[in-house]
């Protein structure tokens, strides 16, 4: 069975080739020219450029690409899940469908699973990692979906952002909010429910907002002890270790994940974002 994951993840390049995971990476257009995400560019030079005041754009996968890959799937006769980007944020799963449906047309049988996750960055790459251990316990194709699916149902994304202006500038939350936000250290922290990125609170100070993340986690949070969290940020890795010891203060989870965000989220979200991954109820 093939499992494919698009660069929105937020997982290394060295996990999708240690894994048997085939990435799909969105683009990034900067400085007039466009690169593969993970591939072509890290999300370093991303944050880099946008501190000198570049402000980069992104576009979903290719739809030549997406063709392309389903008829060799089609022609393997293997089984194949795709677990894409959230739909409210990006336009590449509904480019998935589509293209899986012409390739359906002219080959029937084959067995490909679409799931839009409406999940981003480690939320989302929480949600491959287990796809691929389920595949690893032997799970067929239509048992991963259903795992997947309940999983992706309850996925939390806590995440608060350095500067809502880059926000903004993406169309992400409004201007006014934005400006507010810049005013007397205001953090935003914010969620995503139905796919879509929604502001919760406004807290003064980074530390605050830090504090409220984990009250808000232990707030949904279901056994959170028997859990993996992931926390991803920009390029702000000494900020993300600080924010796993203060959780550790409060819970011992089983494990937690830190990882860059990649260059596409992180185009939008900006340098300093920090974000908090969890489950809000756990499957059995």
Known sequence: MKIFADSAS????????????ELFPLSVLLDGKEYDDIVEINSKEVFDAIRQGQQPKTSQVSPDLLMKTWKELAASGEDGLYIAFSSQLSGTYQTAVMTSDQVKEGNPSMNLVLID??????????????????????LNVREIERKIRAMASHMEHLFTVEDLDYLAKGGRVSKASAFFGGLLNIKPLLHVEGGKLVPIEKLRGRKKVLRRMIEVMEERGSNLEEQTLAISHSDDEATALEFKAM???VIQPKAIE?????SVIGSHAGPGTIALFFLNKVSQ
Not at 10 to 21: K, M
Not at 117 to 138: D, I, N, P, T, W
């Open 10 to 21: 937020d997982l290394p390049q060295s996990y999708f080739e240690e894994n048997d995971v």
């Open 117 to 138: 996750s409406r999940c981003a960055s480690l939320g989302y790459g929480l949600l491959v990692k287990e796809a691929v251990r389920l595949r690893e316990e032997g």
């Open 247 to 249: 959780i550790e203060e």
């Open 258 to 262: 830190i990882h860059q965000i990649g």
